[in-house]
């Protein structure tokens, strides 16, 4: 059997779990992410073995498109409108979280092994979220309120502070390994200023010049168009390809006055490209790294999950929110994937002497909380009931 072959049996198979996964959804209090995860783990190699992600060249690519097409749909909630309403409550809570979920995951960690450098790499990994998660919890539950707007709000923020967390944070630990900080320091700097360039670059022309062929509605090619330049610079220039889908979402829903729904085309055309990304990244997590971090993975786990509700709820208390908000805006942003498995892989290229032990503990982490993260962003919908 030929590669293509493969490939086009495997896709197959692919939508119609995907398809099986969604009709199980809408009947379960489970999320269809998480069944799709779940079911990408039981055919990958960890179980079954018949869904082999490593050996699938494009996965990389598609995974990638679908987190531009989730930056690009978040960046759309960033309007003047929403901003007036929640912007600081947005920069608050993001920064809130980020902050306390590294102050605790630092200490835990520094507790329990006694090592500066491992410490300060683990608590800049833990504030990296999962937006392609949360984003379709909220889309399938069909949630709509302030609090679902400062969630997607905080998401869409969260990208920039947790890698120029992390990028500070990988600075410091190699200054105390006496490596080359600054280098940390200015790839952190361009991973965020070059993002920045690259959205607003395509932002400001596709929000004047998207939507004339079919008047006040994009076309499927110019939304493809957007997303594939978008992408495809980012990756030329090695920044943040997240960050710079969210800027140029921003920039194409505050200018684009002519539009009615500039985000109607992507919204239609995301789901195929979600499925794939979802089922291949269950396929990839690892359950035997569940038995390998022991205690230093706990460890991380809870700091993790206490930095994120502790940080809502002190947040959400001191700017007055409205009751509900802080305990359960915490419990919504559990999800962690795609985004802290890149940053592990960054600090393992740099700290080599130190990438088993942070594989290890991210990939495990991963399997918990892309597997247990969306029931409760479902949950935390339903208990602020602004969902079904």
């Not at 409550?89 to 306390?100: I, P, T």
């Not at 969210?246 to 995301?270: C, S, W, Y």
Request: glycine letters at 10%; one cysteine or more; hydrophobic letters at 55%.
């Amino acid at each position: 059997m030929t590669s293509t072959t493969s490939m086009l049996l495997l896709l197959g198979i692919i939508f119609l779990v995907g398809l099986a996964a969604e009709s199980l959804g809408r009947h379960t209090p489970i999320p269809r992410v998480t069944l799709l995860i779940i079911t990408g783990v039981a055919l990958g190699p960890s179980l079954l073995g018949w869904l082999d992600p490593a050996g699938t060249e494009w996965f990389t690519v598609v995974s990638q498109v679908a987190l531009t097409m989730v930056g690009f749909l978040l960046g759309g909630h960033l309007t003047r409108m929403t901003l007036k309403r929640h912007g600081t409550d947005v920069l608050a809570l993001s920064l809130a979280v980020v902050g306390m979920t590294a102050a605790l995951v630092f200490a835990a960690v520094w507790l329990l092994t006694d090592d500066l450098g491992l410490s300060l790499l683990l608590c800049g990994l833990a504030t990296a979220t999962a937006p392609a998660t949360t984003t379709d919890v909220v889309r399938e539950s069909g949630a709509e309120g302030p609090f679902t707007e400062t969630l997607l709000g905080v998401v869409a923020v969260d990208d920039a502070w947790g890698v120029l967390t992390f990028s500070l944070l990988l600075a410091a630990a190699a200054m105390l390994d006496g490596g080359d900080g600054m280098n940390a320091l200015t790839h952190g700097a361009w991973n965020i200023g070059g993002a920045l360039f690259v959205g607003v670059l395509l932002g400001i022309p596709a929000a004047y010049t998207t939507g004339r062929i079919s008047p006040g509605d994009p076309t499927v090619a110019e939304a493809l168009g957007l997303v594939f330049l978008c992408l495809g610079a980012a990756r030329w220039l090695e920044v943040s390809f997240l960050l710079a889908a969210v800027v140029m979402g921003t920039a194409v829903a505050n200018l684009a006055k002519h539009h009615d729904r500039p985000f109607h085309a992507i919204e239609h055309i995301q789901w195929p490209f979600m499925l794939v990304f979802f089922l291949l990244a269950g396929a990839a997590l690892e359950l035997e790294a569940l038995a390998a971090v022991g205690w230093l993975g706990a460890t991380y786990v809870v700091s993790r999950v206490a930095g994120r509700l502790l940080g809502a709820s002190v947040c959400a208390r001191w700017r007055a929110m409205p009751e509900g908000t802080g305990r359960w805006m915490g419990v919504a942003l559990l999800p962690q994937a795609g985004v802290a498995v890149g940053m592990a892989l960054v600090a393992a290229q740099q700290f080599p002497e130190r990438a088993e032990v942070l594989l290890s503990v991210v990939l495990a982490s991963t399997v918990v909380f892309e597997i247990v993260g969306p029931p409760m962003t479902r949950l935390a919908l339903r208990r602020v009931k602004e969902t079904a």
